[in-house]
């Protein structure tokens, strides 16, 4: 798949999700739902809009907020826009939307390596990266004393 219809798709697939929620008006001008899903993602309302739109792709480190706001599986919507290959997908786990609920979200802190599992990420190469990722995240959050620098939350646990 080309970049461009990763993009498209990947646009299409939240904004799908987004309608389906009945949380986010995103067709209507006046509605709001762009400016609510910016505010739940922590992205901006143009950088909503161009990714609606199929545009650009959000940075990497907003897939799992853009996938929670709109119930989503964040493993799902990755393999079904193109960014992540079919090789990820859990074996027996159809093309079907794959809606979360947010009760359990938070409820336990993980491993890196639990969240490269739950990911699907079996690359020993790819797995280093995500690890390298985590720490360095943690160390800029202690940096400036952040959320995880009391290591409570759903901050990953090393």
Known sequence: MNEESVRK?????????ARRTGRYDID?????????????TGLSE?????MLRGETLPEPRHFAAIADAVKLDVRWLLIEAGILPHAYRPSGNSSTPVETDA???GSRSIT?????????????V???????TIERLRRLQDADGGPA?????TAAQM
Do not use: C, H, Q, W
């Not at 209507?28 to 739940?40: Q, V, Y």
């Open 9 to 17: 798709r990947f646009g299409r697939l939240v904004a799908d999700a």
């Open 28 to 40: 209507s001008p006046r509605g709001g739902g762009k400016t609510a899903l910016a505010r739940d």
């Open 46 to 50: 143009s950088a909503i809009g161009r």
């Open 103 to 105: 009760t359990g979200v």
């Open 112 to 124: 890196p390596s639990e969240a490269a599992d739950a990911l699907g990420i079996t690359d020993p």
């Open 126 to 132: 790819a797995r280093e990266m995500l690890y390298g």
């Open 149 to 153: 620098s009391d290591n409570g939350g």
